[in-house]
């Protein structure tokens, strides 16, 4: 079975911390890892992509991957209440809907930051 | 650059009613994917083409067809809707369907079948 795993949350922070999202995944052979921000009611929208082992930067963001556990993280800093949205961990997995291999989300979890 | 579109926004049918939602992208993408997304179920995919000519199932196919009629339009067809179709649809599109895989998505069509 192909899984991504992520904690459902609410993960609730004060306005100024530092959000720690995580993920986990069944698929030892995935290369690609994505996050997405779904805000309520719209649709995904990609904000890191990560495909080496390490951390990887972008302004407050920070996605951090770890494939010999299977992990893949992302830091948001100096958190806003505009950061207050559902975050999807995605990754490609062959063999998953299709033999090309797909993406495979999560069930995303949803951050709260608090002014 | 209107990125990927979909029609209609929000839809309400009955059991056994057909409809067919558009998807249209104008970033030159070779792949195009339908998904649905339910509480707590994360989204799925039904159906995806990699490229202009060809479509493959995915997660979730059963009760839907797709056509790829161009590079640019995917449409998703529900023959006879069920109220276990009740959803938010979305479509996307990415530039290869390969290791960057990184997916853009439309605005989504929320759709209630009674």
């Known amino acids: 079975q192909k899984e991504v795993e992520q904690n459902s949350g609410p993960l609730s922070v004060p306005e100024g911390a530092i959000a720690s999202l995580n993920c986990t995944y069944s698929?030892?052979?995935?290369?690609?890892f994505f996050w997405y921000r779904q805000y309520s009611g719209k649709s995904p929208e990609l904000i890191m992509f990560?495909?080496?082992?390490g951390d990887k930067e972008d302004g407050r963001f920070t996605a951090q991957l770890n494939k010999a556990s299977q992990y893949v993280s992302l830091l948001i800093r100096d958190s806003q209440p505009s950061d207050s949205a559902t975050y999807l961990c995605?990754?490609?997995?062959?063999?998953?809907?299709?033999?090309?291999?797909?993406?495979?989300f999560g069930k995303g979890t949803k951050l709260s930051v608090k002014p | 650059n209107a990125g990927v579109t979909q029609t209609p926004k929000f839809q309400v049918l009955k059991t056994g009613q057909s409809m067919t939602l558009q998807c249209a992208q104008d970033?030159?993408?070779?792949?195009m994917y339908w998904y649905r997304q339910d509480p707590g179920m994360g989204l799925r995919l039904i159906y995806y083409?990699?490229?202009?000519?060809?479509?493959d199932k995915g997660e979730v196919p059963n009760g839907y067809n797709v056509s790829r009629l161009n590079k640019r339009e995917f449409s998703l067809r529900l023959e006879s809707a069920a109220p276990s179709q009740t959803s938010v649809y979305f479509c996307?599109?990415?530039?290869?369907?390969?290791?960057?895989?990184?997916?853009?998505f439309g605005p989504g069509t929320r759709l209630t079948v009674l």
């Open positions: 990560i495909y080496s082992n």
């Open positions: 083409s990699a490229s202009e000519g060809t479509t």
């Open positions: 995605a990754v490609k997995m062959m063999n998953y809907g299709g033999s090309q291999g797909n993406l495979i």
């Open positions: 996307a599109s990415s530039d290869i369907a390969g290791l960057f895989n990184e997916q853009f």
């Open positions: 698929d030892r052979g995935s290369q690609s």
């Open positions: 970033m030159n993408h070779n792949s």
